[in-house]
């Protein structure tokens, strides 16, 4: 679920394997995504299979998730296209092997609906652009981003 954006069809499939493989636990993660918890192993291959869908990076060293807030579309505060931005960025680092975990977090304006600003990498929108930080920490040791740099564009022009 790129950037916690899914369909009616893709929810009717997902609850229809969840039903099929008898799944204990349905979840709404905090990467905003649907969790299936205490499957049966030698059941994954198939139950992906059946899904159509990749498998999920939940425990990897890898990019995990790009939290979105639902942008200037949908909120009033919004200033840019949040889930855009983080749509293409899930897309574009998904799969790269990294030392540990990256979580990266968009929101549409400064009130940090995505939680961007306790990311490992956050993207803020401000009128006129992004500011980007780096270096936050959601964990055990909670720990703010660093404002790294205000990227001034015109709308959609990170592509």
Known sequence: MYGGVTTAADLKKIAEVAEKYDVPLVKLTGG???GLFGINKEDLPAMWEDL???S???YGKTLRTVKTCVGEKFCRFGTQDSMGLGIELEKKFERLDTPHKVKMGVSA?????????????????VDGGWEIYIG??????L???T???LLKLKKRQWK
């Open 143 to 145: 720990r703010a981003a």
């Open 52 to 54: 159509g869908m990749p």
């Open 32 to 34: 905003q995504r649907i």
């Open 109 to 125: 304006c400064p009130r940090n609906c995505a939680e961007s600003g306790i990311k490992d990498i956050g993207f803020v929108g």
């Open 136 to 141: 936050g920490n959601g964990g055990t040791d």
């Open 56 to 58: 999920g990076y939940a």
């Open 147 to 149: 404002c790294l740099i």
